[in-house]
């Protein structure tokens, strides 16, 4: 018996089992794989049997040989049959869609050692597949629409004509979709399940059960660069808390010289933490340096390229001086001689950087502030406490007095498509809370009108200790009901200054049990014409002319709305069923 014979005889006796333990071996390292797919997968090792024995020439092993081209193969297949099943869903995204009007891409955004192949097709681990899927779904539906055009390849101009987008509405739904928290939420923790939302009773529930082991309530400390990179990976450093404002994207500018400055070593503001256990597990809230963290941890992860504008990009640093062969030069102590350097950081992601910058940059230490076992209502306070020296808006310090459970599911409300696709917001008024002070005062509106307060402080104390769950579940079924049927032209009047109204009154509207498009029908016909129309003497305009929102005059304003909306059912209602 020859050789070949040999090989073709141990691989198939016994019904082939020592190919098939090579298939196995193979699968176990991916998961998903259906009992009805294996003789697929049997079936095309048969082929690449065949082909590895027509192209071995008897040097090397045949075994490592066949091994190779076998496990080629079969990753090939599952990431064809992944890809295609990703596709039919619409939950792939081009590694090359640009971010923003930079050059940076998806692709970049996303760590150099995460594998790209297990986020985008699931291939081994089912938790990517899951945080694909969980990142489309955050999408409002224009948001969606650009990035599955984008990842057919269709030009930017395209996209804005084919949605009729605006220059600023590409930009606005664009970077929305490539935030960090979007981005997170496929490549955060490489591996590691990011933990459940957890509400605040069970937050102290499991505050109880944790041995504290100091009686500190703050302490100071300082903290690597590197070590905070490990705890974001762990999700054990979290910058999603519902009471804590959004915070601005930075330019590639801005970006560019926080690192300068790390690189450098000149200091920066602390960073502010508050530790909260939950189930016996500590984990720490961001309360201020989001955007400190975020980026150095991107950096880390060869997310950016330092941008051209950066202020100071000539970095001084000390490496030990080589000949000509690049050997290092030794004194006459046989002690390693160095030299000063510079380099230029323009344009540089992490791993282009000499390894003295690296870990220069690794080993940078922020200095921070933790607040120490602090319950939902202590984090409330230090975020509202330490904001008063702040630029905080109006709006973002009204909603600490909500408490956590209400400021989340006001926050869960602000990102619904209705506020991305229909009204007409502005871009701002999604980062310094404005949408989310929309969605209180329709609340307000809709079900405790008499109660109105003309401060939002106040508003969110009245809704913190007299509304309930089940007015955030309608209203939020509202606002879909409203997206549903909402038209262009009434859109526009959806916006921060008086969106509460047409709430109250679409709340209101519902009582009369008509179908709701007849509501788009009363707003359309106030847009042209109604807001003028006199009632004892005044008109919605002349109402309008007194932008106060004190009591009285937004009951005024819901007062005279109401009347205009029944004069006008009543009239369509005989118009339709003429006597």
């Known amino acids: 018996m020859n050789t070949?014979?040999?090989?073709?005889?141990?691989?198939y006796e016994d019904n082939g089992r020592k190919l098939r333990g090579a298939v196995n071996q193979i699968l176990s390292g991916f998961g998903g794989i259906w009992d009805k797919d294996m003789d697929d997968f049997y079936s095309l090792a048969n082929e690449v049997?065949?082909?590895?024995?027509?192209?071995?020439?008897?040097?090397?092993?045949?075994d490592r040989f066949l091994y190779s081209c076998l496990s080629a193969r079969v990753k090939t297949e599952i990431t064809r049959r992944n890809r295609k099943k990703r596709r039919a869903d619409r939950l792939s995204v081009s590694l090359d869609t640009p971010v923003g009007e930079g050059e940076l891409t998806v692709g970049d955004m996303i760590p150099s050692d995460f594998d790209i192949e297990q986020a985008v097709f699931g291939d081994r681990d089912p938790c990517y597949s899951g945080r694909l899927e969980e990142y489309f779904h955050s999408l409002s539906r224009i948001q969606r629409q650009i990035m599955e055009l984008r990842m057919d390849g269709v030009p930017v101009p395209e996209i804005k004509r084919k949605l009729k987008l605006s220059k600023r509405q590409y930009?606005?739904?664009?970077?929305?979709?490539?935030?960090f928290e979007k981005i997170n939420l496929i490549c955060g923790g490489h591996g590691a399940k990011k933990p459940d939302s957890i509400k605040a009773e069970e937050r102290d529930k499991g505050m109880g059960n944790y041995m504290t082991q100091t009686k500190e309530k703050s302490k100071q400390d300082r903290m690597s660069a590197a070590s905070v990179a490990k705890k974001i990976d762990r999700h054990i450093?979290?910058?999603?808390h519902?009471?804590?404002?959004?915070?601005?994207?930075?330019s590639p500018s801005m970006k560019g010289n926080l690192i300068s400055d790390i690189l450098q070593g000149n200091p920066l503001p602390s960073l502010v933490f508050a530790e909260q256990v939950v189930n016996s597990?500590?984990?720490?809230?961001?309360l201020d340096g989001k955007q400190r963290c975020t980026n150095v941890y991107s950096y880390l992860k060869d997310g950016f390229r330092v941008s051209k504008n950066v202020r100071r990009w000539e970095i001084e640093y000390q490496a030990p001086a080589t000949d000509g062969d690049g050997n290092e030069i030794f004194d006459e102590d046989h002690f390693p001689v160095y030299e000063q350097k510079l380099f230029d950081i323009r344009g540089k992601r992490f791993s282009e950087l000499p390894e003295e910058l690296k870990d220069r940059l690794r080993d940078y230490s922020f200095e921070i502030v933790q607040y120490l076992n602090c319950s939902g209502e202590d984090i409330a306070y230090h975020i509202a406490r330490y904001n008063e020296g702040k630029p905080m808006t109006v709006c973002q310090k009204g909603i600490t007095r909500l408490g956590e459970e209400y400021a989340g599911l006001v926050k869960a409300i602000s990102n619904m498509p209705f506020f991305k696709d229909v009204g007409g917001y502005k871009v701002s008024e999604f980062k310094n809370g404005a949408i989310n002070r929309v969605v209180i005062e329709g609340i307000m509106a809709a079900y405790y009108l008499d109660d109105w307060k003309?401060?939002?402080?106040?508003?969110?104390d009245f809704i913190r200790n007299h509304a309930g769950p089940a007015d955030f579940d309608d209203f939020e079924d509202m606002v879909g009901r409203l997206e549903r049927v909402m038209t262009d032209e009434v859109s526009e009047i959806f916006d921060s200054k008086d969106s509460f109204l047409w709430f109250g009154l679409f709340a209101r509207f519902r009582k009369l049990r008509l179908e709701d498009q007849r509501f788009m029908e009363f707003m359309t016909e106030f847009i042209w014409s109604l807001h003028m129309r006199k009632i004892k003497g005044v008109s919605f305009d002349d109402l309008s002319r007194k932008s106060t929102k004190?009591?009285?005059?937004?009951?005024?304003?819901?007062?005279?709305?109401?009347?205009?909306?029944?004069?006008?059912?009543?009239?369509?209602?005989?118009?339709?069923?003429?006597r």
């Open 49 to 62: 049997f065949v082909d590895v024995m027509r192209r071995y020439e008897g040097t090397g092993s045949f």
């Open 4 to 11: 070949m014979e040999q090989i073709l005889t141990g691989y």
């Open 454 to 460: 003309k401060r939002q402080e106040d508003m969110c």
């Open 237 to 240: 450093l979290r910058f999603d």
């Open 171 to 179: 930009d606005q739904n664009f970077c929305q979709a490539t935030s």
């Open 550 to 578: 004190d009591k009285s005059i937004v009951r005024d304003k819901m007062d005279h709305l109401v009347r205009l909306m029944e004069e006008f059912i009543m009239v369509h209602s005989m118009t339709d069923h003429p």
């Open 242 to 250: 519902p009471l804590q404002r959004e915070s601005e994207q930075w």
């Open 281 to 286: 597990i500590a984990i720490i809230w961001n």
